[in-house]
């Protein structure tokens, strides 16, 4: 069994990891459809699928590469106070 303070601590990286999945998500949303999608309708013309696939692509690359910067960073900065604290906030 693991410590119940490492328990609580990995609950609430699962809780942030879900939190940031969830904002991903509705900025997908919220940037690729209104950009992609100008009237919409029962379903998606294949240019605004086409269109929506390639957003979303884009936009997850971006995250992945802001979220792994700030991470690094964050790491960096915790330095000589162990890997463990202050790290993990976005995935």
Same mark, same amino acid.
């Given at each position: 069994?693991?410590?119940?303070?490492?328990?609580?601590?990995?609950?609430?990286?699962?809780?942030?990891?879900? =939190?940031?999945?969830? #904002?991903?998500?509705?900025?997908?949303?919220?940037?690729?459809? !209104?950009?992609?999608?100008?009237?919409?309708?029962? =379903? #998606?013309?294949? =240019? !605004?699928?086409?269109?929506?696939?390639?957003?979303?692509?884009?936009?997850?690359?971006?995250?992945?590469?802001?979220? /792994?910067?700030? #991470?690094?960073?964050?790491?960096? /900065?915790?330095?000589?106070?162990?890997? /463990? =604290?202050?790290?993990? /906030? #976005?995935?």
């Amino acid at each position: 069994m693991a410590d119940p303070k490492q328990q609580i601590m990995e609950q609430v990286r699962q809780q942030a990891a879900l =939190s940031n999945a969830r #904002l991903l998500v509705d900025k997908l949303n919220e940037h690729c459809f !209104e950009r992609c999608v100008p009237k919409p309708g029962s =379903s #998606l013309s294949s =240019s !605004e699928t086409t269109c929506f696939t390639l957003c979303m692509e884009k936009y997850m690359q971006s995250w992945n590469t802001v979220s /792994g910067q700030y #991470l690094g960073h964050v790491k960096r /900065g915790a330095g000589g106070a162990g890997a /463990g =604290s202050g790290g993990g /906030g #976005l995935f």
